[in-house]
T-cell receptor, first 115, second 115 residues
């Protein structure tokens, strides 16, 4: 099975711009979670989507949003970028239903740099 | 709310020596526990997990961890370090059956392996 894929791998944006990141989960997985990783704050949960619905949300401002498509692929969007949004954004997929094991499998991440 | 503490942000061992990475958790109900490894410029790879049952769990690459409820710990060990084990290791917790599927991570421990 192919793993979790994320595109693009690297991105440079300017303050005030917006950005969209994409994630394709493992085939058959219906849950996609997003995490932000920074040196100062570590790994923080952004949100989780399951069957096209946001099921959980972390403590991030409304500038951070996401969505999930019928094929389970997910996108996250950050509007009005700030310097502090520079981070590695990680996507994780899990089966999300049935008898869940809560295992999450991570993609390689998208490195976003805001200048 | 649950939390994870990883003692020691940096651990250095000699090749062939025992690896011990410490993780303590705080949770009002029995959690599920995970160890992930992150190599430079990569995402997180699941090493092992504890959900229920046997408290000593074995993972990939010769790692194992023991869940000790009385000590609220889930330390990661490997009998003999290899140079390829040099990476950052994250302990994570999730509380099952709450509907919340967000992993809470520790701050990470960077493992150095000296030749």
């Amino acid at each position: 099975k192919a793993g979790v894929t994320q595109t693009p791998r690297y991105l440079i944006k300017t303050r005030g711009q917006q950005v969209t990141l994409s994630c394709s989960p493992i085939s058959g997985h219906r849950s996609v979670s997003w995490y932000q990783q920074t040196p100062g704050q570590g790994l923080q949960f952004l949100f989780e989507y399951f069957s096209e619905t946001q099921r959980n949300k972390g403590n991030f401002p409304g500038r951070f949003s996401g969505r999930q498509f019928s094929n389970s692929r997910s996108e996250m969007n950050v509007s009005t970028l700030e310097l502090g949004d520079s981070a590695l954004y990680l996507c994780a997929s899990s089966s999300g239903a049935g008898a869940p094991t809560y295992e999450q499998y991570f993609g390689p991440g998208t490195r976003l740099t805001v200048t | 709310a649950q939390s994870v503490t990883q003692l020691g942000s940096h651990v250095s061992v000699s090749e062939g020596a025992l690896v011990l990475l410490r993780c303590n958790y705080s949770s009002s109900v029995p959690p599920y526990l995970f160890w992930y490894v992150q190599y430079p410029n990569q995402g997180l790879q699941l090493l092992l997990k504890y959900t229920t049952g046997a408290t000593l769990v074995k993972g990939i690459n010769g790692f194992e961890a023991e869940f000790k409820k009385s000590e609220t710990s889930f330390h990661l060990t490997k009998p003999s370090a290899h140079m390829s084990d040099a990476a950052e290791y994250f302990c994570a917790v999730i509380v099952p059956d709450t509907g919340r599927r967000a992993l809470t991570f520790g701050s990470g421990t960077r493992l150095q392996v000296q030749p």
